[in-house]
Structures are given as structure tokens and as C-alpha cells.
């Protein structure tokens, strides 16, 4: 095993966190060297659910829900949000220190499709079961994020935004509501991870970290 040879292969599934997606660049910059084949994939939660119970990827990325437990599947707590809201920067509540639902109500609600799978329990957003007059589903983070900002909509997320990866156009405001999202790391029962797995990992927490020393307390 200490030969050199062959491509290193490594694969996260993940709903649409820009985190993820810092924590996979530090882990290329680290351990990519000369050779890799290296997949993040910002999916469905089905999806994302069914390639780490089948172990197509390594690890899944997801808010959490009791549904996971059916499905020979380990959740690990990375973080506890409270719901924010992605606007606009220049959206017409952007200056609010929180919003309510009623106060979004004339506004677009914005969400990523589920195809076939599109029940709650499946939702990247804790919202999702929410009636709205006015609902737009989409595939990719890019077409939301133009979306927002081209129609003034938003969309309920856990408030962890990175401007150098998503631009300064997009702010997260609070969203009065109780409730938490439990955000975290899904894995296979009958794995470990491996030694690119632990490194994703522990990129993943010093990112978190960082952002949790940064975030005012009351938007924790």
C-alpha cells in the first residue's frame, strides 16, 4: 500500500452547502498530488442517501431527519443552525435583523427539486412544508442564488454562506421560527473512512469552527 500507483479515488454526496464544497477544495490542495479522481456531488437527498447505503460515496452531507434510520445509515452531528433565510442584498427585508413567514409570504419561495422523491422528509429545507402562493423548484445552487437575486425570492437555509465562494449579492438573515436543523455527516454502518474520509472530515470541522467564531451569538 505504500507503492506509489494508481489514481486516488475519493466521492461525497451532498445537498447544496457552500461548506462542503470549501472543505473538498482544502482536501484536493492536501492530498490531491499528481494523480486523483476525486467526485463532490451536490444532488438530491435521495440521492445522496441511496449512494452512501450502496457505497458509491464515502460520505453524504445532509440536514438530518428520522428517516435515515431505516436505511443502514450513521448520522453525525457536524452543527446545530438556526433557520436563516438567503436573500437578495438588495431585497426589500434584507435590513431586518429577522423575518417572519408572513413577511416573506409576497416573495418567491425558492427550493431543490426531489424528482421522484419529493416528500418532506426529503426537503433540504426546514420550511419546506410550508404553503406558499408562490414556489419555484430548482436543480443547482447557481440558478437559485440568480434567482433570488433576479426575483427578489428566498429561500429557508441553515445561514452558512461563504461570500468568497458565492459572491457579496447573497446575505442570510434569521428566521423567527422554532426549530433546529441538524446538519451533518451520513456514513455506512459496515465502513470506515478512510484515510482521504477522516481528511474530508476533519477540513469540514475546521471550517465550521472557523465560521462559528466569526457569526455573532445570537445568529448561532
Known amino acids: 500500500k505504500k507503492q506509489a500507483g494508481g489514481k486516488q479515488e475519493f466521492t461525497v454526496s451532498t445537498q447544496h452547502y457552500s461548506f462542503a464544497v470549501n472543505a473538498f477544495v482544502d482536501l484536493i490542495k492536501e492530498y490531491g498530488g499528481e494523480s486523483y479522481d476525486f467526485s463532490l456531488q451536490e444532488t438530491q437527498t435521495y440521492t445522496i442517501i441511496d449512494d452512501v447505503a450502496h457505497m458509491r460515496s464515502e460520505i ?17 452531528e457536524l452543527f446545530v443552525a438556526r433557520p436563516h433565510v438567503f436573500l437578495n442584498s438588495s431585497h426589500p427585508l434584507a435590513g431586518r435583523k429577522s423575518v417572519s413567514m408572513e413577511e416573506l409570504a409576497p416573495y418567491p419561495y425558492l427550493s ?13 429545507e426546514i420550511q419546506s412544508a410550508a404553503e406558499s402562493e408562490k414556489d419555484i423548484v430548482v436543480w443547482d445552487r447557481a440558478t437559485l442564488f440568480n434567482l433570488l437575486i433576479g426575483l427578489d425570492g ?3 437555509c441553515s445561514g452558512v454562506i461563504d461570500q468568497k465562494l458565492n459572491g457579496a449579492s447573497i446575505i442570510a438573515v434569521p428566521l423567527r421560527k422554532e426549530g433546529e436543523m441538524h446538519i451533518g455527516l451520513l456514513t455506512h454502518k459496515q465502513t470506515h473512512l478512510s484515510r482521504l474520509g477522516k481528511a474530508y472530515v476533519d477540513a469540514l470541522e475546521r471550517y465550521i469552527a472557523g465560521l462559528e467564531a466569526q457569526a455573532p451569538s445570537e445568529n448561532r
Open 112 to 124: 431543490y427539486i426531489q424528482g421522484d422523491h419529493n416528500a418532506f422528509y426529503f426537503s433540504e
Open 154 to 156: 428566498y429561500t429557508v
Open 60 to 76: 453524504g452531507i445532509l440536514y438530518y431527519n428520522d428517516f435515515f434510520k431505516a436505511n443502514d445509515l450513521v448520522f453525525r
